[in-house]
């Protein structure tokens, strides 16, 4: 028996389970070790910075807090290539897509909290308002689509499949009327242009055709017909009751992804007003002469 294919099979997965863990960790180490670095500046009120020994190092034009600005503003430019790899996403030997996201989320949360660092807490123009705001909004809109994305299941006919044999050996004709059941499902395709309120007023109805689905395989199951064992009585109980859950799921996975595909639309509009933003804070910060190294100006 060769017992290195399991073995081969399971890798990628264990290395797709472990790399969000990784990025958490490396999240938490990074916000530490910021907070480490300055509390007691940043604790200061904005009165007492300009006296404190770390104004010329932490604060916006100090040599680390600019340092984190023009660090964190990279990594948010790096987050824009997974953009690019969705375009590519037949292309092969680039990484899964999978991968690919949880780096975009981290690359954000990282390079976020890199800029609010920069920031010393505090917002003195409206040019850096309005970017750090941008800056929020696109954070918070890219953690929600991520939790969707996280609900989104994922469409598996070969769960399905299972389920339906194990229905057939349990009781003869169950497993095709099953199939019948949940191939006469037809969930409320979305309009691939509908805007994001659109999509949410939907939902209700996306609701009530999962319950729908689950009804419709449930009663396709339930003929009358009695199963004397006790023990393949409670087997067929429960896969009908998993091929009632997969039924709706089906339905779910279309409402979910359609709440994706418009609530990234939003998402982007946001990073595109961050992004107009970035050049004029750049700008305003050269003019006032928040050079960095290339300046004495503090």
């Not at 292309?91 to 975009?104: C, P, Q, R």
């Not at 909290?113 to 920031?119: A, T």
């Not at 807490?121 to 991520?146: H, K």
Request: hydrophobic share 50%.
């Amino acid at each position: 028996m060769d017992t290195t294919t399991p073995i081969a099979s399971e890798t990628p997965q264990r290395r797709t389970r472990l790399l969000p863990w990784i990025l958490f960790f490396a999240i938490l180490g990074l916000a530490g070790g910021l907070l480490y670095r300055g509390y007691g500046f940043y604790s200061l009120p904005l009165d007492q910075r300009v006296e404190s020994s770390d104004f010329r190092t932490l604060g916006p034009g100090g040599l680390l807090g600019h340092g984190y600005g023009i660090i964190g503003t990279a990594l948010i430019l790096t987050n824009l290539l997974y953009l690019v790899r969705r375009r590519m996403a037949r292309t092969a030997g680039l990484g899964s897509i999978k991968a690919w996201l949880d780096m975009h989320v981290f690359t954000g949360l990282a390079g976020g909290m890199l800029i609010l660092f920069h920031s010393a807490f505090q917002s003195r123009t409206p040019v850096a308002l309005v970017s750090a705001i941008a800056l929020g909004m696109v954070i918070l809109t890219g953690l929600v689509g991520r939790f969707l994305h996280f609900l989104a299941p994922a469409p598996d006919p070969m769960v399905i499949a299972t389920h339906i044999h194990a229905l057939d050996a349990t009781l003869e004709g169950a497993g095709a009327r099953a199939r019948a059941a949940i191939d006469a499902i037809r969930p409320t395709e979305p309009d691939a242009q509908a805007g994001f309120l659109r999509t949410l007023l939907r939902l209700p109805t996306w609701m009530r055709e999962a319950r729908a689905a689950r009804a419709s395989v449930n009663a396709a199951l339930d003929d009358g017909t009695v199963i004397e064992d006790h023990a393949m009585e409670v087997t067929f109980r429960k896969t009908r009751k998993k091929l009632a859950q997969l039924a709706g799921r089906e339905v779910r996975t279309v409402a979910i992804n359609a709440l994706l595909r418009s609530w990234r639309t939003v998402h982007r509009l946001l990073a595109i007003l961050m992004l107009l933003t970035v050049p004029a804070h750049i700008v305003v910060a050269w003019l006032y002469g928040y050079r960095w190294i290339w300046s004495q100006t503090p």
